[in-house]
């Protein structure tokens, strides 16, 4: 491969391998302290449940660890579905110990229409995000989102449009249907 930098020309031989399929087994597992028996609010949901937004006329679920400690700050995982199916107990199920493992967070907004998503939705999405924030301890610059499919159109839109909220986007099996912003510092 040859790049230039400003005046410097260079060529590089390169050798190609393939991508892992597995994660590396030295991965550190995050170490969240329990909480102090005083620090736990009896009343905030751990586990998996269901929240109503009254002020869309939507539900979210999330999956919370059952260590929950108002301490640690978490991440956020936005887990965006596809059409026709919220796979709320299979994600759930899968992301369980990664979520109790790596200090993180699940939130899974339901669409208003199980066939899809519709842009109208978008600000939805964002305020469950913030309903969280207010609940739980959530790390700003540790929410990501997450779909495939039909669900990764939408979840690019909410990507592009809240680049103040979402850090990440891991999405899959899915064609980005609208052109990025322009890149801006703050918010790559």
Same mark, same amino acid.
């Given at each position: 491969?040859?790049?230039?930098?400003?005046?410097?020309? =260079?060529? %590089?031989? $390169?050798?190609?391998?393939?991508?892992?399929?597995?994660?590396?087994?030295? /991965?550190?597992?995050?170490?969240?302290?329990?909480?102090? &028996?005083?620090?736990?609010? #009896?009343?905030?949901?751990?586990?998996?449940?269901?929240?109503?937004?009254?002020?869309?006329?939507? =539900?979210?679920? &999330?999956?919370?660890? +059952?260590?929950?400690?108002p301490d640690?700050?978490?991440? /956020?995982?936005?887990? %965006?579905?596809? +059409?026709?199916?919220?796979?709320?107990?299979? @994600?759930?199920?899968?992301?369980?110990? $990664?979520? #109790?493992?790596?200090? $993180?967070?699940? /939130?899974?907004?339901?669409?208003?229409? $199980?066939?899809?998503?519709? /842009?109208? #939705?978008?600000?939805?999405?964002?305020?469950? %995000? *913030? !309903? *969280?924030?207010?609940?739980?301890? @959530? !790390?700003?610059?540790? @929410?990501?989102?997450?779909?495939?499919?039909?669900? +990764? =159109?939408?979840?690019?839109? *909410?990507?592009?449009?809240?680049?103040?909220?979402?850090?990440?986007?891991?999405?899959?099996?899915?064609?980005?249907?609208?052109?990025?912003?322009e890149n801006?510092?703050?918010?790559?």
């Amino acid at each position: 491969i040859t790049f230039e930098r400003g005046p410097l020309k =260079e060529t %590089v031989k $390169l050798t190609l391998s393939e991508t892992p399929e597995d994660l590396p087994n030295d /991965l550190l597992d995050e170490f969240i302290p329990r909480p102090e &028996a005083a620090n736990v609010d #009896e009343d905030l949901p751990t586990g998996l449940f269901t929240v109503p937004m009254e002020a869309h006329n939507h =539900e979210y679920w &999330a999956y919370v660890p +059952g260590d929950y400690n108002p301490d640690y700050e978490y991440g /956020l995982v936005v887990w %965006v579905h596809p +059409g026709g199916d919220t796979m709320e107990a299979s @994600i759930a199920q899968d992301w369980q110990r $990664l979520c #109790e493992r790596r200090g $993180l967070i699940l /939130l899974g907004p339901k669409s208003e229409k $199980l066939a899809g998503w519709n /842009l109208n #939705e978008a600000e939805f999405v964002n305020d469950s %995000v *913030l !309903d *969280l924030q207010s609940r739980y301890r @959530i !790390d700003p610059n540790r @929410i990501a989102i997450h779909s495939f499919g039909s669900g +990764g =159109e939408f979840a690019f839109h *909410l990507t592009f449009k809240y680049r103040e909220t979402f850090r990440a986007a891991a999405i899959f099996s899915a064609p980005v249907s609208e052109a990025p912003p322009e890149n801006d510092p703050e918010y790559r």
